[in-house]
């Protein structure tokens, strides 16, 4: 039987639906009937446009408890996070190194990770920012863990490139390919000067 916790509760899934090979999608289905089972009321988004259409009216979500689930990778939850989201967020693992799920939220099988954000008070955290210039003028843009910048973003970002190449969308990817960037890297990059300025968070 449903708690009255749990009735008055909504859950937004959020997914890349080929994270880890295809599991984003196979896991986005899995919690949603096992949520629903229990009384959550529950929506999906499954594109870069419904993500922030949820992020934007999620805070008006009717409910004593609103959560958002990025399910996904490291690349989901950063997504997230700069779709600077007003209710608190979790990481359900799916993508290929779950960095963030592995240093942040403890690790359950999926009952056990619904019964722990569905109970579990939301806690503050730390974030990242820095900002560069785009084409179109200054960009700012928010981390969870870490920033690469040099040699390790050069491979990052080709590696990315080569991954939404043909329809703009991420396709699965695995570390092997990986290695075509990295080699093309190693052979190219130039290790140009960079400048950076630190601040705090009183400027």
Do not use: C
Request: hydrophobic share 40%.
């Amino acid at each position: 039987m449903s708690s009255q916790n749990e009735t008055s509760t909504w859950v937004g899934l959020i997914a890349n639906p080929v994270s880890g090979r295809g599991r984003g999608l196979k896991n986005v289905e899995m919690l949603e009937e096992k949520l629903i089972a229990r009384g959550v009321r529950v929506d999906r988004a499954l594109t870069i446009e419904a993500r922030r259409a949820m992020v934007e009216s999620a805070k008006n979500e009717p409910g004593a408890r609103k959560i958002l689930v990025a399910i996904g990778g490291d690349g989901t939850i950063n997504a997230l996070i700069n779709d600077q989201p007003q209710v608190p967020f979790v990481n359900f693992p799916s993508g290929t190194e779950n960095v963030f799920a592995k240093a942040m939220q403890p690790r359950l099988a999926i009952d056990g990770m619904i019964d722990w954000l569905l109970s579990a008070p939301a806690s503050p955290m730390d974030l990242g920012e820095y900002t560069y210039q785009g084409p179109t003028g200054e960009v700012r843009t928010r981390f969870l863990l870490m920033l690469g910048f040099g040699f390790d973003a050069a491979v990052v970002s080709r590696h990315h490139a080569r991954r939404t190449a043909k329809s703009g969308q991420a396709r699965p990817t695995s570390r092997f390919d990986y290695v075509r960037p990295l080699a093309h890297e190693a052979w190219n990059y130039k290790f140009p000067p960079l400048k950076l300025q630190f601040t705090d968070i009183d400027g």
